[in-house]
């Protein structure tokens, strides 16, 4: 069976950051994937009906994504608003298309308080980074997803060769 991959549509190019933006990865195993037709593309964020672009948003200082799954933190953005209720459907909308799909593996991007898998925001808006995890990769963790940041390409590439899907 092949290995199914589930990736932060900004990193395929998709202009669905809460910036408007993308933050495109190449990389000659994103491309062997695609026509491989193992890639699964969401934006969890967009999923859950967040708009785009969005006010920016961060997890409460000192926690992290498994502690707002766990209800024990808010996810808010910059101007004060509570979106922790839509980043918890956003994971839970993207663990649901994981499951359909077969995906084994997610490669998402770092910094993100959804799909962060080594690095979320402080919580303070300065633009300092911590380690921890989004929600939705905490999620997909809890779930038996391995979750790899757009950083670990090399290492998603390994595991999957590994294990010979």
């Given amino acids: 069976m092949t290995a199914r991959i589930l990736v932060s549509a900004c990193l395929m190019g998709h202009a669905v950051r809460y910036d ?3 933050k495109p990865l190449n990389h000659p195993a994103i491309e062997r994937w695609r026509e491989e037709g193992r890639l699964v593309i969401i934006c969890p964020e967009m999923a859950a009906g967040m708009p ?3 006010p920016p948003a961060e ?3 000192g926690a992290t994504g498994a502690a707002v799954l766990a209800g024990d ?3 808010v953005e910059k101007t004060g608003g509570d979106v922790t209720a839509a980043f918890r459907q956003a994971a839970e ?3 649901a298309l994981a499951r359909r799909t077969n995906c084994r593996f997610a490669l998402m991007i770092d910094g993100s308080p959804s799909c962060g898998s080594s690095l979320v925001y402080d919580g303070s808006f300065s633009g300092t980074r911590v380690p921890g995890e989004g929600v939705t990769a905490a999620l997909l963790r809890a779930n038996g997803i391995e979750v790899f940041s757009d950083r670990e390409i090399e290492r998603l590439a390994g595991r999957i060769e590994e ?3």
Avoid: D, T, W, Y
């Fill in 52 to 54: 785009v672009p969005r």
């Fill in 59 to 61: 997890i409460e200082p």
């Fill in 20 to 22: 408007g933006a993308a």
């Fill in 93 to 95: 909308n993207a663990l």
């Fill in 163 to 165: 294990f010979g899907f």
């Fill in 73 to 75: 933190a808010r996810v």
